[in-house]
């Protein structure tokens, strides 16, 4: 799944004997897919992300305030993980960016 003019996209695999456990699919962001599956021991959100590349507008920097929106939405009954390709950078360097850069997600297990 990608974005309107198909440059940016995000997709998933699932083994065969899971599918019966998913309960829901849903792009949230043009680069984040969450899968929701029901297991034995309560619900798992999946977010499969696809970061911004060099070379991206600084407008794609928003990407991680959205990122952590989504984490922040997820019940605190649930568990999540995030997943995907997470080493994006945009733009040539990170002059005028006071924002922190994201290496890595703690979630609430």
């Not at 940016?8 to 699919?25: H, I, P, R, T, Y």
Request: net charge positive; glycine share 14%.
């Amino acid at each position: 799944m990608g974005g309107k003019d198909r440059s940016d996209g995000v997709g998933m695999f699932a083994a065969e004997k899971w599918l019966d456990s998913v309960l829901n699919v849903e792009r949230q962001i043009e680069r984040v897919l969450i899968l929701k599956m029901a297991l034995d021991n309560g619900l798992l959100n999946v977010l499969m992300v696809y970061a911004s590349q060099s070379g991206k507008t600084r407008g794609g920097k928003s990407f991680w305030n959205k990122l952590f929106h989504l984490v922040s939405c997820i019940p605190q009954n649930e568990m999540g993980v995030v997943a995907g390709g997470m080493n994006g950078h945009v733009g040539g360097n990170n002059v005028d960016y006071d924002g922190t850069v994201v290496t890595g997600l703690k979630l609430r297990m």
